[in-house]
């Protein structure tokens, strides 16, 4: 009798044994860790954390880092800012250099996933609402002519810009299983809206200048940049030329045609 009892009682561990590691093996598949393969083409090093929180339902959390660098896809860039340019009237960047342009920036967003169809999370297709917080660093080459004291005076202007945004959007996506641990999440389209502030500067001395150059740059920045001075305070002093957002700016973004290599455990 007393054999059969530690037999029984191996037997009950060893089936709770199994069961807790069973279980444990199935929580160990909620987790993937994702890089995102199409931000390396623009230089960019973006990743993913994604649990699976219930039979349809994530939760994803994304960062992303873009160290300073000259704008990828110049052409393209130049194509973008013209067409941004056209849709915004409280200024104009018809003098700035795009392809010769620098940016660097960071990223964080956070979002939950709503998968749908046949398959559970994380695979098939999905829809995900996220926030998106973003710094963008960029520093743009500009010049500008003026006259002093009856001489040609060409001022080399790097204005440092910094962008700070966020927004809300939804996404369309789905992601595939490749193997037992590899998947690949693929981001369609996502549109999101949003507010950023904005704060650009190019520090120069220009102290051996009178006031009176001081106000005409002043005013060659506002017209030559076709300044709103109701949405940008415009400051010139001895240290150079500083521009502010008076209020948040409202814009539309997208994110889209990501390709998110994963590993699940």
Do not use: C
């Not at 009798?1 to 037997?11: A, C, G, V, Y």
């Not at 994803?60 to 704008?71: F, K, Q, T, W």
């Not at 981001?187 to 051996?208: K, V």
């Not at 009176?212 to 920045?221: E, P, S």
Request: hydrophobic letters at 40%.
């Amino acid at each position: 009798m007393t054999n059969n009892i530690l037999i029984n009682k191996k037997i009950f561990l060893f089936i709770v044994i199994a069961s807790l590691s069973q279980s444990i093996d199935i929580n160990a598949q909620n987790n993937i860790l994702k890089l995102n393969l199409s931000s390396l083409l623009i230089k960019s090093y973006s990743a993913q954390y994604e649990k699976v929180i219930g039979k349809r339902v994530s939760f994803a959390l994304g960062a992303g880092y873009r160290p300073m660098s000259l704008v990828p896809f110049p052409t393209e860039t130049a194509n973008l800012t013209t067409f941004v340019d056209n849709r915004i009237d409280y200024i104009s960047l018809d003098n700035t250099r795009p392809k010769e342009s620098k940016v660097k920036g960071y990223h964080i967003t956070p979002e939950i996933k709503f998968y749908f169809g046949q398959k559970e999370a994380p695979y098939g297709f999905y829809i995900s609402a996220f926030a998106r917080y973003y710094h963008v660093n960029a520093v743009v080459p500009v010049e500008m002519e003026l006259e002093y004291r009856g001489f040609p005076v060409l001022l080399k202007l790097p204005v440092d810009t910094k962008v700070d945004a966020t927004s809300l959007g939804l996404m369309f996506g789905k992601q595939f299983k490749i193997s037992k641990r590899i998947t690949m999440d693929w981001y369609i389209a996502g549109p999101h809206f949003g507010r950023y502030s904005l704060h650009g500067e190019s520090q120069q001395d220009l102290s051996n200048f009178d006031d009176d150059f001081q106000n005409r740059l002043r005013t060659k920045v506002v017209d030559s940049f076709k300044i709103d001075e109701n949405t940008f305070g415009v400051v010139v002093d001895d240290n150079g030329i500083k521009m502010d957002a008076l209020r948040k700016l409202p814009f539309v973004n997208l994110r889209a045609f990501g390709f998110n290599l994963g590993y699940r455990f």
